[in-house]
T-cell receptor, first 112, second 114 residues
């Protein structure tokens, strides 16, 4: 199994600012991902965080808005840049092991 | 059209009832399917994988029909603790390689009442 922690757990930010979310896994994993869960909706994949190379973004998400780092096999960050109220959401990271994909507890972001 | 579509729900059932959730998918490149459970204000957690042959885990039975691109989850003898949102999930892969990119359905809310 994998235990995933995220920081911060929640934040309230002003529009135009940026927030970096940290994701730590308790074991080395090859695949890490970032998802967004907007209020009342299901999860949408933002990007795959690749270790040692640029993240792979899904349609509708771009690096300038959601820069991602993956410096090693246990850690990744997601930055939400130049925030607007539409970015208010829960951001979850996940890690895939041989058996299943585990999710972090999420970061609840409110942009005012 | 969404890649994974679920019964909209919500489902409200009494304890002990049997409830079934259905899900369809449109991306034939999705080779693996799962049911995840998400409790209120919590992260999703894997409930069970879904296989073509059907698989059972205690009170839960999952079935995949590739011809109809249809997935189901059956819960027997519902418990109060089964109340949650159930997410139908596909794992996109191509050429037998899993990319780990999960596509989630919108979720079905289940409430089990005394």
């Amino acid at each position: 199994s994998a235990v995933i922690s995220q920081k911060p757990s929640r934040d309230i930010c002003q529009r135009g600012t940026s927030l970096t979310i940290q994701c730590q896994v308790d074991s080395q994993v090859t695949m890490m991902f970032w998802y967004r869960q907007q209020p009342g909706q299901s999860l949408t994949l933002i990007a795959t965080a690749n270790q040692g190379s640029e993240a792979t973004y899904e349609s509708g998400f771009v690096i300038d808005k959601f820069p991602i780092s993956r410096p090693n096999l246990t850690f990744s960050t997601l930055t939400v840049s130049n925030m607007s109220p539409e970015d208010s959401s829960i951001y979850l990271c996940s890690a895939e092991t041989v058996y299943e994909q585990y999710f972090g507890p999420g970061t609840r972001l409110t942009v005012t | 059209r969404k890649e994974v579509e679920q019964d909209p729900g919500p489902f409200n059932v009494p304890e002990g009832a049997t409830v079934a959730f259905n899900c369809t998918y449109s991306n034939s490149a999705s080779q693996s399917f799962f049911w995840y459970r998400q409790d209120c204000r919590k992260e999703p957690k894997l409930l069970m994988s879904v296989y073509s042959s059907g698989n059972e885990d205690g009170r839960f039975t999952a079935q995949l029909n590739r011809a109809s691109q249809y997935i189901s989850l059956l819960i027997r003898d519902s418990k109060l603790s089964d109340s949650a949102t159930y997410l139908c999930v596909g794992d996109y892969n191509a050429g037998g390689t899993s990319y780990g990119k999960l596509t989630f359905g919108q979720g079905t809310i289940l409430t089990v009442h005394p």
